[in-house]
Structure formats: structure tokens, C-alpha cells
């Protein structure tokens, strides 16, 4: 069952009167949310989004806003940018079972951050060690606020690349 599904292509994009565009806050290659090996976020339940395969250290900030939320571990963060919209960014799945292990908190609730910023650092190869996935799902918490997700699949660089264009 999937609660949420605004993706769309750029043939199909609905009547909207605003749009923003989200960096990607991870480096690596982007995939569907129904490529995630958990199944609460492939159908969509923390919202809709993509997954990332990372490649690299850090998560940027993929845009200005406010820290809504820093996992105590350091494994998951959630974000309001200052137009309204959140996201949240999980590093990696079961990755809470590492207690913190490979994970560091440069940000702390309610501080604000520009684009770019760097809001945690993670040890890939850590992860790859101690979990079955360490996909990174990035999703809209608000999803049901919006019209549309526009996805871009293919190889990111952190705060470079677009990773999604959202429609409300």
C-alpha cells in the first residue's frame, strides 16, 4: 500500500504556483523510493522521496532553513526549509543499531543553516561493514502539502546537484 505518490516526469507535471528545487544532500547515485530495502519507506509511509547509494562522508545542507530534529545517534536528521517544506535524511537502514558508531553531529535542533552547510558526517565504509543497506532514503515529511515530485536519477554531488524539483 502506498500512501503517498507525487512523482512525476517532466511530460506530466501538474498546474502549480510554486516550485523549488532540492540539492542533494548526499553524494552518490539516486534511485526510486521503491528501491528501499525497508518497506516503510518504500511505500512511502515517512513520505515520498527518492533513495541515494552514497558515495561519499557528509550530509549538506540541501537547502536554507531550520534543523527540526538531529537523531541522538547521529544517523538521521529532519529539516525545514524556510518556505515550509521538511525532509528528513536517514543514514543508512537499521543504521540506530550502530548507537551512534560512525556518525557526528556538526548541527543541533532549531539551528538554522544555509545551503551547502555540513550537517553531519558518517563513515561509509563503517556502514558498509555493520548494515545490510546503507541506502540513504531523503523524503518529504509533508508530503500530502504538495502537488508534485519531480526526481532526478542519475550520479549527485552534494549541494551541486539538483536531486528533486517539488510543486505545490
Same mark, same amino acid.
Request: aromatic share 8%; glycine share 6%.
Given at each position: 500500500?502506498?500512501?503517498?505518490?507525487?512523482v512525476?516526469?517532466?511530460?506530466?507535471?501538474p498546474?502549480?504556483t510554486?516550485r523549488?528545487?532540492?540539492?542533494?544532500?548526499?553524494a552518490?547515485?539516486?534511485?526510486?523510493?521503491?528501491?528501499?530495502?525497508?518497506?516503510?519507506?518504500?511505500?512511502?509511509?515517512?513520505?515520498?522521496?527518492?533513495?541515494?547509494?552514497?558515495?561519499?562522508?557528509?550530509?549538506?545542507?540541501?537547502?536554507?532553513?531550520?534543523?527540526?530534529?538531529?537523531?541522538p545517534?547521529?544517523n538521521?536528521?529532519?529539516?525545514? *526549509?524556510n518556505?515550509?517544506? @521538511?525532509?528528513? +535524511?536517514?543514514l543508512? %537502514? &537499521?543504521?540506530?543499531? !550502530?548507537?551512534?558508531?560512525?556518525?557526528?553531529?556538526?548541527?543541533?535542533? *532549531?539551528?538554522?543553516?544555509? @545551503?551547502?552547510? +555540513?550537517?553531519?558526517? %558518517? &563513515?561509509?565504509n563503517? !556502514?558498509?561493514?555493520?548494515?545490510?543497506s546503507?541506502h540513504c532514503?531523503v523524503?518529504?515529511?509533508?508530503?500530502?502539502?504538495?502537488?508534485?515530485?519531480e526526481?532526478f536519477y542519475y550520479k549527485?554531488?552534494?549541494g551541486?546537484?539538483?536531486?528533486?524539483?517539488v510543486?505545490?
Open positions: 500500500m502506498q500512501i503517498f505518490n507525487k512525476v516526469s517532466s511530460s506530466t507535471i498546474v502549480h510554486n523549488f528545487s532540492i540539492m542533494s544532500p548526499v552518490g547515485k539516486v534511485l526510486p523510493i521503491e528501491a528501499a530495502s525497508d518497506s516503510l519507506f518504500a511505500n512511502r509511509l515517512f513520505g515520498d522521496g527518492v533513495v541515494i547509494e552514497p558515495a561519499g562522508y557528509q550530509v549538506l545542507a540541501p537547502f536554507d532553513g531550520t534543523v527540526m530534529d538531529v537523531s545517534t547521529g538521521q536528521i529532519r529539516l525545514r *526549509a518556505n515550509g517544506l @521538511q525532509l528528513m +535524511v536517514q543508512g %537502514f &537499521d543504521s540506530l543499531s !550502530m548507537m551512534g558508531l560512525g556518525f557526528k553531529k556538526k548541527v543541533k535542533k *532549531a539551528q538554522r543553516f544555509s @545551503q551547502a552547510q +555540513v550537517l553531519l558526517e %558518517f &563513515d561509509l563503517q !556502514m558498509k561493514r555493520q548494515l545490510s546503507v532514503p523524503t518529504l515529511i509533508n508530503s500530502d502539502k504538495i502537488k508534485a515530485i526526481p549527485v554531488l552534494a551541486q546537484d539538483k536531486l528533486m524539483t510543486y505545490w
